[in-house]
């Protein structure tokens, strides 16, 4: 790729989150993924080429020598920083300018250093998988925390018995941010049985939010953009996934048609998500493995603990997960501890590691923690460094991309649906691997507490006579 001579006639625009705008080139497997920022923080230093690129090579360090070691080489596709022509940069962002969801445009893409991750399109399969012309679906989840707290540190009984996500579901239609329930349950999606995982993956499609998202060659066919734009039509959805698993049979419609449709995606996405190279040896979280606002039938909910292969795609980022094994109450005492250090001690933030760099000095110091507190700021600063980490693993996405093939050309990473006898190549990847920031610890404190606070409000009322002192604190 030239990088002086980028044209913006082969780029579109591909999607979005919080903190970066990605574009995909319409022939090659390719994307940049470009930072955003505040629309209304013109003034912000951060828009200084040197600190944009820091920032994003901070991303890739992290990616690459943090999370990569513990989810696994082959899941994790960590990039690289690219500087393109500032020409280039803004001619993007006025060509995408249109296709952004309203609910994202508070944030605008960076224009001013030039810096971008450049990395494979993991919407669709590496090319040694399948041919070019082959037609690729690919599913995107966004699993969130997928175990209840196990910490002593935890102070209202509800967080041992609802997952965060289905308290958080209350807080974010009061706040409008969406306006139907979800009734995916994170728990079901992690438990490794097969009814479990089923149920929780009708309820994504059912409602997706921005938890699930579907590619057709690239391009978005079903999820929500955001509340006002959103792509849910179950039988258009149908209408593209047939001809993937009834090549050759016009006959499948009606009812029984769509769930058979869906029976055999969710099936393909089921094998992906549980695949691994010795799937007798399991994990299975500490704590209770099952949330009690999921809707599933309780004996199911009960009984369904097979536990996840422990290679597999789910149980590598359960197991990152799990190093918030502290809970934020447990850790915000030894973030205030790391806090008066660093105020009396400025110059500790660089020995400390607090912003990387991400070496493997980093990853050693966080797989080696002393198992009890000590009173040392070494001590603390290791539990912080594993709550972020854990925080990235909670907020990461999966990527399961997979293409018709034949016969006689069936890969390593192959499956075959039993009904339709379709054969598919897949694989499958992690993205999203940001550092979280270091600052949002305290956030993350009274965001747990107004969750927690919120549910309690809207499903117990009087009820619950927890003492909430403690989530009242002002941070
Ligand atoms: O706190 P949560 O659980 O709401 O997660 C935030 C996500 O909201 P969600 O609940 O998934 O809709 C949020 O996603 P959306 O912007 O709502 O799509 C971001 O991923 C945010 O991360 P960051 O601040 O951009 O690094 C996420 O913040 P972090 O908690 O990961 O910092
Ligand atoms: N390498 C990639 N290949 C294909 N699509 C990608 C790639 N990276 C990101 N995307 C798409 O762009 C979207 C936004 O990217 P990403 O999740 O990294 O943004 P973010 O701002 O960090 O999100 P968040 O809101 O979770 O912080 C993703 O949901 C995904 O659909």
């Known amino acids: ?4 001579q980028m044209d913006v006639n082969e780029w579109k625009y591909h999607g979005e989150g919080n903190k970066s705008l990605v574009v995909s080139h319409l022939q090659r497997s390719q994307v940049f993924r470009f930072l955003k920022y505040p629309a209304s923080d013109t003034e912000n230093l951060c828009k200084t080429a040197r600190n944009a690129f820091i920032h994003v090579q901070k991303i890739v360090d992290f990616s690459k020598n943090v999370m990569k070691p513990l989810l696994g080489e082959n899941y994790v596709h960590h990039g690289v920083v690219v500087q393109l022509p500032l020409e280039f940069v803004q001619s993007v962002c006025l060509k995408v300018q249109q296709e952004r969801p309203e609910s994202r445009c508070d944030k605008m893409m960076d224009t001013f250093s030039g810096y971008a991750l450049c990395l494979p399109n993991l919407t669709k399969l590496p ?24 910490s002593r540190h935890v102070s209202r ?7 965060r996500f289905c308290m958080h579901q209350h807080l974010k239609l009061a706040n409008g941010k969406w306006h139907r329930m979800s009734r995916y349950c994170p728990l079901d999606l992690f438990s490794g049985s097969k009814q479990r995982m089923s149920f929780a993956l009708k309820n994504l499609l059912q409602e997706p939010q921005n938890n699930l998202k579907i ?5 978005l066919i079903y999820g929500c953009k955001d509340e006002k734009d959103s792509l849910q039509d179950l039988n258009t959805l149908i209408h593209h996934l047939k001809p993937y698993f009834y090549p050759a049979n016009g006959l499948i419609s009606g009812s029984h048609g769509t769930r058979t449709v869906l029976n055999e995606l969710i099936h393909v996405i089921t094998v992906a998500l549980l695949n691994a190279t010795d799937s007798r040896r399991k994990y299975i979280p500490e704590g209770r493995t099952y949330c009690e606002a999921s809707t599933l039938h309780r004996e199911i909910l009960r009984k369904g603990i097979s536990g996840l292969p422990k290679d597999c795609v789910l149980s590598k980022i359960l197991q990152a997960q799990t190093l918030d094994n502290l809970d934020i109450e447990g850790l915000y005492p030894l973030y205030r501890r790391v806090q008066q250090h660093l105020e009396e001690f400025p110059e500790e933030r660089t020995r400390l590691q607090i912003d990387g760099p991400y070496d493997k000095s980093f990853l050693e110091k966080l797989e080696n ?7 040392t700021v070494e001590y603390a600063v290791q539990k912080v460094h594993q709550y972020r980490v854990a925080m990235t693993a909670k907020d990461c996405s999966i990527m399961i991309a997979f293409s018709p093939c034949a016969e006689d050309e069936l890969p390593d990473s192959h499956l075959v649906i039993p009904s339709s006898k379709s054969r598919f190549t897949y694989s499958v990847s992690i993205l999203d691997l940001d550092p979280k920031p270091y600052e949002n610890i305290p956030h993350q404190y009274k965001l747990d507490g107004k969750i927690v606070n919120y549910f309690l409000k809207k499903t117990l009322g009087k009820q619950e006579h927890e003492d909430c002192t403690l989530v009242l604190h002002s941070v």
């Open 157 to 163: 009984e509800t967080k041992y018995r609802v997952c």
């Open 127 to 150: 090319a040694f998988h399948f041919s070019e012309k082959q037609s690729s679906l690919c599913i995107e989840i966004k699993p969130k925390c997928g175990f209840l707290p196990f």
């Open 215 to 219: 590619f057709k060659n690239g391009t």
């Open 369 to 375: 923690v002393q198992p009890e507190d000590d009173g």
């Open 1 to 4: 790729m030239e990088l002086d």
